[in-house]
Nanobody
Framework: QVQLVESGGGLVQPGGSLRLSCAAA????????MGWYRQLPGQQRELVAR???????NYADSVKGRFTVTRDNAKNTVYLQMNSLKPEDTAVYYC??????????????WGQGTQVTVSS
C-alpha cells in the first residue's frame, strides 16, 4: 500500500560522491519525519541523518560535514548527498519515514536498502 523506493547506491572510490534518493509511494495522507540509516558489516543499524517536515536536521557525528540530507515535500522524497566518502562508509543504507496512510494511521516504514561500497 505504502512503500519507500530507494535509489542511488553503488560502488565509488574513496573521496568520491553519491546521491541517494528515497520516494514515498502509494496512497499517502502525509509524511512527517524522513531520514537515512545504515548498517555497517557486522554492526547494528545506526542513524545517518534525519529531517523533519519543517527542515530540522539531525546528523550522526561520523558524517557531519560530509553528508547533507534534504527533502522535497511536494514529491514526498528525501535525499542524501554523500561527499568525501570513506571506506568506513561502506554499508547498506536504509530510508525511513513516518507516514500517515489512507486510513490516517501514522506508521513507520523502511525502504528495502541500497548497498554503498567505498573501495579502490
Amino acid at each position: 500500500q505504502v512503500q519507500l523506493v530507494e535509489s542511488g547506491g553503488g560502488l565509488v572510490q574513496p573521496g568520491g560522491s553519491l546521491r541517494l534518493s528515497c520516494a514515498a509511494a502509494g496512497i499517502i495522507t502525509s509524511v512527517s519525519g524522513m531520514g537515512w540509516y545504515r548498517q555497517l558489516p557486522g554492526q547494528q543499524r545506526e542513524l545517518v541523518a534525519r529531517i523533519s517536515r519543517g527542515g530540522s536536521i539531525n546528523y550522526a557525528d561520523s558524517v557531519k560535514g560530509r553528508f547533507t540530507v534534504t527533502r522535497d515535500n511536494a514529491k514526498n522524497t528525501v535525499y542524501l548527498q554523500m561527499n568525501s566518502l570513506k571506506p568506513e562508509d561502506t554499508a547498506v543504507y536504509y530510508c525511513n519515514a513516518d507516514i500517515s496512510d489512507s486510513d490516517y494511521r501514522l506508521k513507520n516504514y523502511w525502504g528495502q536498502g541500497t548497498q554503498v561500497t567505498v573501495s579502490s
